[in-house]
């Protein structure tokens, strides 16, 4: 985000001081609210499906420092997307391995889409209240609202250690899967290769933005009758 923000202040656009704070302050609150609370309903998902391991190495909590990386947070900040530290989880001790491994997955895309949509409430709530007084704080909730929409389909991209590698286990026939581990040393190369087609493409960003268009929509329709 702030990378951006960046890049279009030396493109000539017109960027003011305010926006750069806003977008420091929006992802600061990505970093130290939305993505503990992702991560922790990896956690409590994993919890309540029977795996105590969450809960022992300390990823049961809401404490973000419990759950920052550090390089991670700072993607955050530069270019509104990036990573905590995964949470372990022990597929011995659930009851449905494959099954519950994708609803542990599932539970941290589908944590930032609940967040997107309350931010996109507070957001549209501030306009129909209050106005462009609050333009400072629309923008803070847009803001963040963005990046954790543009975070859950970001990391339903099917390749470890995305989440959505674990929904892809669970499709997949195990022979099929196998296979493709075969080639888990070429991840990080694979995922290098999916960020630079992001930046040319932007499919994901596309995506979120029509996920937040239609969240918009249905706020908009909610205090419609204000």
């Not at 420091?24 to 994993?46: D, N």
């Amino acid at each position: 985000m702030l990378f951006n923000v960046i890049i279009n202040a030396f493109s000539g656009g017109n960027i003011s001081f305010s926006s750069i704070i806003i977008s420091v302050l929006a992802s600061l609150a990505v970093v130290f609210l939305t993505m503990p609370i992702h991560e922790y309903a990896h956690a409590l998902i994993g919890t309540k499906l029977g795996d105590p391991t969450p809960k022992y190495t300390g990823r049961l909590s809401l404490n973000p420092f419990n759950h920052i990386d550090y390089m991670g947070a700072l993607c955050i900040v530069l270019f509104g997307f990036g990573w905590a530290k995964p949470v372990q989880i022990n597929g011995r001790n659930l009851n449905n391995p494959k099954r519950d491994m994708m609803l542990i997955a599932l539970a941290g895309p589908i944590a930032n889409l609940i967040i997107a949509f309350v931010c996109v409430l507070i957001r549209v709530a501030l306009l129909t209240f209050i106005g462009d007084s609050a333009m400072l704080f629309i923008v803070f909730f847009s803001y963040i609202a963005q990046i954790n929409c543009y975070l859950a389909f970001f990391n339903l991209i099917p390749i470890p250690p995305f989440d959505g590698s674990r929904v892809l286990t669970a499709i997949l026939p195990n022979k099929y899967y196998y296979t493709l581990m075969r080639y888990e040393r070429y991840f990080t190369i694979i995922i290098l290769g999916v960020i630079f087609l992001e930046s040319r493409i932007g499919l994901v960003s596309r995506i979120s933005n029509i996920t937040l268009s239609g969240m918009l929509e249905l706020a908009s329709l909610l205090f419609s009758r204000f």
